[in-house]
């Protein structure tokens, strides 16, 4: 017979904690309904519960990231078996990449959320959390590294975004796919993960930007990164990973301050690559001292850099960093 799990649940607000009032209005609750739920998996399960946050997820940042990390590493401390956390989606996918890149990949952690509040017709909220319980405590879903569970799909932190703003199968995975499903009464993984290297990290710096690439776009928005502060800035390139010419001299100007800057792609498939030698191309970006980060969308990039900073990363140890999102 197997064991009864011990799971913790870090709720931390977001839809799957609100409700709708009688305007029509998706309002936080001062109680998550979620978080009473005390018998789902009964007899498999040994559910605990930290109300960590009640936010709505606009409103986390890397500081609130940590914390959840830190009350993660305590919980494997004590023997919990797996961690769930309910967070709402808006964000949801740089948090759960947060606590991929920061913890050790040995207990599971399940990221899940809902698109419609608890008391909405076709509420996703309590399904979902169902589903992540089981994830998480499913022995298959050890060393996976953080991933994320909505919808009965199993999709890793790293590749994992939101594509809708309110259908129920907002969160694919492009180029990859997910990972798994959530079967009947265990979570069914048909893709190996290759795991990258994690950073333990105890604090966060600050100031570490995205810029999104446009047709015509000059150095404009670039010239006000240039300042002492700026700590790093990743730039969502055109098509496989090319910039207008008109934008160069003001991204010299950041390199030239040392400032550490990443390339991605602002198509929604493929990865950044080096392709293209022409004035702003993916070529000359990477001579100019661009790194190039393959398969991470502009805000997973930004997580990773920052989380890399925080580290105390710098140069060629930054770049290798950045540069093996795809092994
Ligand atoms: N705007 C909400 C939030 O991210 C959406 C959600 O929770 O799903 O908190």
């Known amino acids: 017979m197997t064991r009864v799990k011990k799971i913790l649940a870090i709720h931390t607000g977001g839809t799957i904690s609100m409700s709708q009032n009688d305007k029509g209005e998706v309002v936080p609750n001062a109680q998550n309904p979620i978080a009473q739920q005390e018998t789902i998996l009964a007899g498999r399960v040994e559910l605990f519960t930290d109300e960590m946050f009640n936010l709505p997820s606009p409103h986390m940042t890397p500081v609130q990231?940590?914390?959840?990390?830190?009350?993660?590493?305590?919980?494997?401390?004590?023997?919990?078996?797996?961690?769930?956390?309910?967070?709402?989606?808006?964000?949801?996918?740089?948090?759960?990449?947060?606590?991929?890149?920061?913890?050790?990949?040995?207990?599971?952690?399940?990221?899940?959320?809902?698109?419609?509040?608890?008391?909405?017709?076709?509420?996703?909220?309590?399904?979902?959390?169902?589903?992540?319980?089981?994830?998480?405590?499913?022995?298959?879903?050890?060393?996976?590294?953080?991933?994320?569970?909505?919808?009965?799909?199993?999709?890793?932190?790293?590749y994992v975004t939101k594509t809708h703003t309110t259908n129920v199968a907002t969160f694919r995975t492009p180029t990859f796919g997910p990972i798994g499903i959530v079967a009947k009464d265990h979570a069914a993984y048909f893709q190996k993960l290759i795991r990258q290297d994690t950073c333990d990290i105890d604090h966060v710096v600050d100031h570490v930007y995205l810029i999104k690439a446009y047709a015509g776009m000059d150095g404009s928005l670039f010239g006000f990164l240039d300042n002492d502060e700026t700590a790093g800035l990743v730039i969502e390139g055109l098509g496989a990973g090319n910039l207008p010419p008109q934008t160069l001299p003001a991204i010299q100007r950041l390199l030239d301050r040392k400032i550490p800057i990443v390339l991605v792609s602002r198509c929604y498939n493929g990865v950044a690559e080096d392709i293209y030698d022409?004035?702003?191309?993916?070529?000359e970006l990477r001579k100019m001292g661009l790194t190039l980060c393959q398969g991470l969308n502009g805000q997973k990039a930004r997580i990773k850099l920052l989380v890399g900073l925080s580290a105390g990363l710098q140069g060629d140890a930054l770049c290798q960093f950045l540069s093996t999102a795809v092994s």
């Open 278 to 283: 022409y004035q702003g191309g993916g070529i």
């Open 65 to 158: 990231m940590l914390q959840i990390k830190q009350r993660i590493d305590q919980a494997e401390r004590d023997g919990i078996d797996g961690v769930v956390i309910t967070h709402g989606t808006d964000t949801l996918e740089e948090t759960a990449y947060f606590l991929d890149l920061t913890l050790p990949s040995t207990i599971p952690v399940v990221v899940t959320g809902a698109m419609r509040s608890s008391n909405e017709v076709g509420s996703d909220g309590l399904y979902n959390f169902q589903s992540a319980i089981e994830v998480a405590a499913d022995d298959a879903s050890r060393g996976n590294g953080a991933m994320v569970v909505m919808n009965d799909e199993i999709h890793t932190a790293r």
